[in-house]
């Protein structure tokens, strides 16, 4: 007879990360439940395979770094917005789940405001997601399916912008939500200089570098 054990069993490492395949979507669901809202590892699901990672320090530092520069970036420019976190968004249509390492609602932030439970049958998925791809490589087939528009992906030390086209990512210089700053270009070099600087530092200096900008005509 085959080995049956509870998922919540498995223990990751820092690091780590387990694949699943043939997960039904019921399973895929029964699984979210018994793990709980308390879990420190992060989740894919797309078409069948599920996907869990316990992520570095290394990973969680970059992570609050770029957000940190974001939201720095968008205060800055006077933007509203909402961030939801690593909140699981998933929609059986598409039989696909992903729990980013972070995400804004920006072109979408009033219907993010005060918003308890995610329904994509008729929330908005967020507008810009950040992965970072340290141990592993974020599952985009999932963004895909549930059409986050624009992707900020941390590999190999620099930030990448990836754009939803015609159900495909694709790299890009530029972020449609900030056309006129080289923003991949900015928060690359401040992550390049963060093994020697605190947070703090990077910050004053990004919104510092973010000043010196010439206008956008």
Same mark, same amino acid.
């Given at each position: 007879?085959?080995?049956?054990?509870?998922?919540?069993?498995?223990?990751?490492?820092?690091?780590?990360?387990?694949?699943?395949?043939?997960?039904?979507?019921?399973?895929?669901?029964?699984?979210?439940?018994?793990?709980?809202?308390?879990?420190?590892?992060?989740?894919?699901?797309?078409?069948?395979?599920?996907?869990?990672?316990?992520?570095?320090?290394?990973?969680?530092?970059?992570?609050?770094?770029?957000? %940190?520069?974001?939201?720095? /970036?968008?205060? &800055?420019? @006077? $933007?509203?917005?909402?961030?939801?976190? *690593?909140?699981?968004?998933?929609?059986?249509?598409?039989?696909?789940?992903?729990?980013?390492?972070?995400?804004?609602?920006?072109?979408?932030?009033?219907?993010?405001?005060?918003?308890?439970?995610?329904?994509?049958?008729? %929330?908005?998925?967020?507008? /810009?997601?950040? &992965?970072? @791809? $340290?141990?592993?490589?974020?599952?985009? *087939?999932?963004?895909?399916?549930?059409?986050?528009?624009?992707?900020?992906?941390?590999?190999?030390?620099?930030?990448?912008?990836?754009?939803?086209?015609?159900?495909?990512?694709?790299?890009?210089?530029?972020?449609?939500?900030?056309?006129?700053?080289?923003?991949?270009?900015?928060?690359?070099?401040?992550?390049?200089?963060?093994?020697?600087?605190?947070?703090?530092?990077?910050?004053?200096?990004?919104?510092?570098?973010?000043?010196?900008?010439?206008?956008?005509?």
């Amino acid at each position: 007879m085959p080995v049956k054990i509870a998922i919540a069993q498995i223990q990751l490492q820092e690091g780590q990360r387990v694949i699943l395949d043939k997960i039904s979507w019921q399973e895929f669901e029964d699984i979210l439940a018994d793990l709980g809202e308390h879990r420190h590892s992060h989740i894919a699901y797309s078409k069948g395979v599920l996907e869990f990672r316990m992520p570095l320090p290394e990973h969680e530092r970059n992570k609050v770094i770029v957000s %940190d520069l974001l939201k720095i /970036l968008l205060n &800055e420019l @006077d $933007l509203d917005w909402e961030s939801l976190g *690593s909140t699981t968004f998933k929609n059986r249509r598409m039989q696909a789940g992903i729990e980013p390492d972070d995400c804004f609602y920006i072109q979408n932030y009033r219907a993010a405001i005060g918003l308890k439970r995610i329904d994509l049958d008729v %929330d908005p998925v967020p507008d /810009l997601a950040i &992965e970072v @791809d $340290l141990t592993s490589q974020t599952q985009m *087939s999932a963004y895909e399916a549930l059409g986050v528009a624009e992707i900020w992906r941390i590999r190999n030390g620099r930030l990448e912008i990836n754009l939803l086209q015609n159900g495909k990512y694709g790299s890009s210089a530029i972020s449609l939500i900030f056309p006129s700053i080289p923003v991949s270009e900015g928060i690359s070099s401040f992550l390049e200089r963060s093994d020697n600087l605190p947070m703090s530092v990077l910050c004053r200096e990004f919104r510092a570098w973010l000043n010196q900008l010439p206008p956008s005509e």
